[in-house]
T-cell receptor
Framework: EPEVTQTPSHQVTQMGQEVILRCVPI?????FYWYRQILGQKVEFLVS????????KSEIFDDQFSVERPDGSNFTLKIRSTKLEDSAMYFC??????????FGPGTRLLVL | KNQVEQSPQSLIILEGKNCTLQ??????????LRWYKQDTGRGPVSLTI?????NTKSNGRYTATLDADTKQSSLHITASQLSDSASYIC?????????????FGTGTKLQVIP
């Protein structure tokens, strides 16, 4: 069964460094999402992406964040200058035209 | 403000027993409600999805109900197994021109013990 994949599974970075989190959505899906989950807290929506542009973003998704679909298969989340509070699990999700979003396994980001 | 509240926050039950998890929401306009199971350190996995017109939906030992008038949903787990230990998250969606804005609940952490 096709699934969403994410790399890396874990990343440790220094505060102020740039990180790029990668996702490969399910191949025929059209809508893409990034979420984050701070340890012990609920999942939070970051951004949705459709037709090569951001369709919606939350207040969390400030100028430090950007998304890109560079080659038609990957979907990336870039954090330009990481802060301690960016430490979280980041989930990518994708969906076709229907209702169900399929989540990836997540990337655990730790900012020191 | 769109909110999704779940109760209880955590629950411990004996293997083989049934349990019911609750979800109340204030999201509007409502599109659909989904229950997800999230194992520790993993991404959420969809269990059921219900639209406005559906009152109940089953997926194996999981049965979800929806009362769109009172904006309440429940997830009933029958004959629990140790592998049911996870967080169960209620997620309510609004359609924004097809882009599906979602609000996640706080989750119920279920532990099934032998």
């Amino acid at each position: 069964e096709p699934e969403v994949t994410q790399t890396p599974s874990h990343q440790v970075t220094q505060m102020g460094q740039e990180v790029i989190l990668r996702c490969v959505p399910i191949s025929n899906h059209l809508y893409f999402y990034w979420y984050r989950q701070i340890l012990g807290q609920k999942v939070e929506f970051l951004v949705s992406f459709y037709n090569n542009e951001i369709s919606e973003k939350s207040e969390i998704f400030d100028d430090q964040f950007s998304v890109e679909r560079p080659d038609g298969s990957n979907f990336t989340l870039k954090i330009r200058s990481t802060k301690l509070e960016d430490s979280a699990m980041y989930f990518c999700a994708s969906k076709a035209g229907g209702e169900t979003q399929y989540f990836g396994p997540g990337t655990r980001l730790l900012v020191l | 403000k769109n909110q999704v509240e779940q109760s209880p926050q955590s629950l411990i039950i004996l293997e083989g027993k049934n349990c019911t998890l609750q979800c109340n929401y204030t999201v509007s306009p409502f599109s659909n409600l989904r229950w997800y199971k999230q194992d520790t350190g993993r991404g959420p996995v969809s269990l059921t999805i219900m639209t406005f017109s559906e009152n109940t939906k089953s997926n194996g030992r999981y049965t979800a109900t929806l009362d769109a008038d009172t904006k309440q949903s429940s997830l009933h787990i029958t004959a629990s197994q140790l592998s049911d230990s996870a967080s169960y998250i209620c997620v309510v969606s609004q359609n924004s021109g097809g882009y599906q804005k979602v609000t996640f609940g706080t989750g119920t952490k279920l532990q099934v013990i032998p």
